[in-house]
């Protein structure tokens, strides 16, 4: 499990996404992504250090982005996988 400081940013669990990506991460340290553009789907595990995530899937693959940064103003996380950067933010799920 991961640890937190009293400086690191409150994560909300939940839903996060867009019309084409949306990362869900549940209470349980599990999650769930979904990349329409490419064609990503992974399940595994999160945890969170400080203001960073880190998810953990049993088999790697390539196009996940497996480090995401608390966005320290609004509930939202970003990546970046290659040249692309993806910014998420708390959606209804």
């Known amino acids: 499990m991961g640890f937190t400081s009293d400086d690191a940013p409150e994560l909300a669990l939940g839903a996060y996404g867009t019309d084409s990506v949306k990362l869900t991460l549940n209470k349980d340290q599990s999650f769930t992504y979904f990349h329409n553009g490419n064609d ?9 250090d400080e203001n ?39 959606c209804e799920e």
Do not use: M, V, Y
């Open 40 to 48: 990503t789907k992974a399940e595994g595990t999160w945890i969170q």
């Open 52 to 90: 960073r995530i880190e998810l953990t899937t049993e088999n790697e693959i390539d196009k996940l982005p497996t480090r995401w940064k608390i966005d320290e103003d609004e509930p939202c996380i970003k990546a970046r996988q290659a040249a692309e950067f993806i910014r998420l933010c708390q």
